[in-house]
């Protein structure tokens, strides 16, 4: 991630007056803005992002985890399938 850092409001924490950097574009209901995340918020990210790839200490269910788990019946045991 390469920042611009900016006097203004971070979407992810709500400060405002604060430095943050361009995020990306976020949508919702056929609206869009640019997201802007302080330095606290960014560093978050970051964490998030790299445990995404290694698949640690995801917060929040990923779609890849969401449909393999979905497949595995609880109470079946091991089956050894990985
Ligand atoms: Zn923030």
């Keep these: 991630m390469e920042e611009r ?4 409001t971070c979407w992810l924490c709500g400060r ?3 430095h ?20 606290p ?4 990210l970051r964490r998030m ?6 698949r ?4 929040h269910q990923t779609p890849a985890r969401v449909v393999r788990s979905s497949t595995v019946r609880p109470g079946r045991g ?3 399938v990985r």
């Design 49 to 54: 992002l790299r445990a995404y790839y290694t």
């Design 16 to 18: 405002i007056e604060v």
């Design 78 to 80: 091991d089956t050894g």
């Design 56 to 59: 640690r200490d995801i917060p």
């Design 5 to 8: 850092w900016e006097l203004g």
């Design 41 to 44: 918020c960014v560093d978050r």
């Design 20 to 39: 943050v950097a361009y995020l990306g574009p976020v949508q919702e209901d056929g609206l869009h803005a640019p997201m802007h995340g302080c330095e």
